[in-house]
């Protein structure tokens, strides 16, 4: 059963989904964190076919989907991303779950690695990367928040949209195309901004990669244009013993451009490195 849930944390609501497979009543839980400029439905392939044993929660992050921006005063972090990941976890009363992100989501989950180390005993890193922005991407975010005030959502999905989406995908799949612009033409401007700041201002996540002691998988459309293959390679790499999945006619949103591939490369690691 898929089930939208939300709860209150400082102020702000937290919404996300909620998916338990068949079996056990104590599941393994997966949470699954969302790339930019989209929200908690961007997982709704992998969230169909939870495999037994399993629950995936998906939240939306700070300010997309149905969950609050916050304080408007307050400076956007990426450690707005860990503060509301250990808010859901402590609603749940989930003490460490396996923990997975896509693109801007991989950046959440190395926020929570930072801070929080011992609430993750999983990871999952698809389509995204270690290092912070240098000068030329940040200049790059600088001309995405032009972009946003002059034309809002639409004008950024516009933006982004080669590089969000794998050439097989924009010459052949027109319902995920439509798929990702509807999600992201639902975002709002003030949380597709703080989002843009938090992106902007994430620090380097290298050093992480290997004091990893848990199992870690790192997945990559092989179309990715904004994280590519040699990004999924040099983290793999740096992570001791980690698997690597290399999805076939997908770019950066693997998940949602081949999910049949995505969603089996994702069930045998879970299958192979979290045997009950
Ligand atoms: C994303 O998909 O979350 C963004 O492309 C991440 C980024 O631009 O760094």
Same mark, same amino acid.
């Given at each position: 059963?898929?089930?939208?849930?939300?709860? %209150?944390?400082?102020?702000?609501?937290?919404?996300?989904?909620?998916?338990?497979?068949?079996?056990?009543?104590?599941?393994?839980?997966?949470?699954?964190?969302?790339?930019?400029?989209?929200?908690?439905? $961007?997982?709704?392939?992998?969230?169909?076919?939870?495999?037994?044993?399993?629950?995936?929660?998906?939240?939306?992050?700070?300010?997309?989907?149905?969950?609050?921006?916050?304080?408007?005063?307050?400076?956007?972090?990426?450690?707005?991303?860990?503060?509301?990941?250990?808010?859901?976890?402590?609603?749940?009363?989930? @003490?460490?779950?396996?923990?997975?992100?896509? =693109? $801007?989501?991989?950046?959440?989950?190395?926020?929570?690695?930072?801070?929080?180390?011992?609430?993750?005993?999983?990871?999952?890193?698809?389509?995204? %990367?270690?290092?912070?922005?240098?000068?030329?991407?940040?200049? =790059?975010?600088?001309?995405?928040?032009?972009?946003?005030?002059?034309?809002?959502?639409?004008?950024?999905?516009?933006? $982004?949209?080669?590089?969000?989406?794998?050439?097989?995908?924009?010459? =052949?799949?027109? &319902?995920?195309?439509? %798929?990702?612009?509807?999600?992201?033409?639902?975002?709002? @401007?003030?949380?597709?901004?703080?989002?843009?700041?938090?992106?902007?201002?994430?620090?380097?996540?290298?050093?992480?990669?290997?004091?990893?002691?848990?199992?870690?998988?790192?997945?990559?459309?092989?179309? @990715?244009?904004?994280?590519?293959?040699?990004?999924?390679?040099? $983290?793999? %790499?740096?992570?001791?013993?980690? @698997?690597? &999945?290399?999805?076939?006619?997908?770019?950066?949103? =693997?998940?949602?451009?081949?999910?049949?591939?995505?969603?089996?490369?994702?069930?045998?690691?879970?299958?192979?490195?979290?045997?009950?």
């Amino acid at each position: 059963m898929n089930m939208r849930t939300q709860f %209150r944390h400082s102020g702000r609501d937290i919404s996300y989904l909620d998916v338990v497979g068949p079996g056990p009543s104590q599941p393994q839980t997966l949470l699954l964190l969302h790339a930019f400029p989209l929200a908690a439905e $961007m997982w709704q392939p992998q969230l169909e076919s939870v495999p037994a044993g399993w629950r995936f929660i998906a939240p939306d992050l700070r300010g997309f989907g149905s969950s609050s921006p916050g304080d408007p005063a307050a400076p956007p972090s990426v450690g707005d991303y860990e503060e509301d990941v250990v808010a859901l976890l402590d609603h749940l009363a989930l @003490d460490s779950v396996v923990l997975g992100g896509l =693109s $801007m989501g991989g950046y959440g989950a190395f926020a929570v690695l930072r801070r929080a180390p011992h609430r993750v005993r999983g990871l999952v890193l698809a389509d995204t %990367r270690a290092e912070a922005d240098g000068e030329v991407a940040r200049a =790059s975010r600088d001309g995405m928040l032009e972009t946003l005030a002059i034309g809002g959502a639409a004008a950024v999905f516009e933006r $982004m949209r080669p590089g969000l989406l794998g050439v097989t995908t924009r010459a =052949s799949r027109p &319902a995920v195309v439509e %798929r990702v612009r509807q999600l992201a033409l639902a975002q709002t @401007d003030v949380g597709i901004r703080r989002g843009i700041q938090r992106l902007k201002t994430r620090p380097d996540s290298t050093a992480l990669l290997s004091r990893l002691t848990c199992p870690a998988i790192v997945i990559v459309g092989e179309e @990715d244009e904004i994280t590519g293959v040699d990004d999924a390679r040099r $983290m793999h %790499r740096q992570i001791a013993g980690a @698997d690597l &999945a290399i999805i076939s006619r997908a770019g950066h949103l =693997s998940n949602l451009e081949h999910p049949e591939e995505f969603t089996a490369a994702l069930a045998r690691f879970l299958a192979t490195r979290f045997a009950p």
